[in-house]
């Protein structure tokens, strides 16, 4: 059986990493909790404690992520317009020879529809013209004395 695979290995592992845990993850969090109520109980006892002074601490701690946060999207907002920027300059002749492509696409399918209804229309087209000719002969060769005249 492979070594790495083994149970005496897993319980090894497990400790080591219970371990790696306590001191890169435990440690750092109790030593910044225990500075911070330090930092609490020595603002209070060296005569800072007033309302107005917390709430300007609170304050301060409310806006300085808010600050970085928007440097950041300030900092996204700076390179996507230098990218568009670089896009613009060197887009032009790209699509200009998409644009005849898709022109001459669009000169080619609307053909193309025009021959495929073509025969649709040109049949009934020559055929009211058919009956409109024959109606007309009739009207020439019908007495005057049948002709409705009001």
Do not use: C, H
């Amino acid at each position: 059986m492979d070594p790495r695979f083994s149970q005496d290995n897993d319980t090894n592992l497990t400790s080591a990493t219970r371990r790696q845990i306590r001191l890169q993850i435990m440690l750092p969090l109790v030593l910044g909790m225990l500075v911070v109520v330090a930092a609490v109980v020595w603002i209070l006892f060296s005569g800072y404690g007033s309302a107005s002074v917390w709430a300007d601490l609170a304050l301060i701690l409310l806006t300085i992520p808010m600050f970085i946060l928007g440097l950041l999207l300030l900092a996204v907002l700076v390179v996507f317009t230098y990218i568009i920027s670089r896009l613009i300059i060197g887009l032009p002749a790209p699509l200009r020879r998409a644009q005849r492509v898709a022109a001459r696409s669009a000169r080619a399918s609307r053909r193309s529809g025009d021959l495929a209804a073509k025969p649709f229309v040109t049949l009934p087209a020559v055929w009211a013209s058919l009956r409109r000719f024959v109606q007309g002969l009739s009207e020439i060769f019908v007495p005057l004395k049948e002709r409705d005249y009001e």
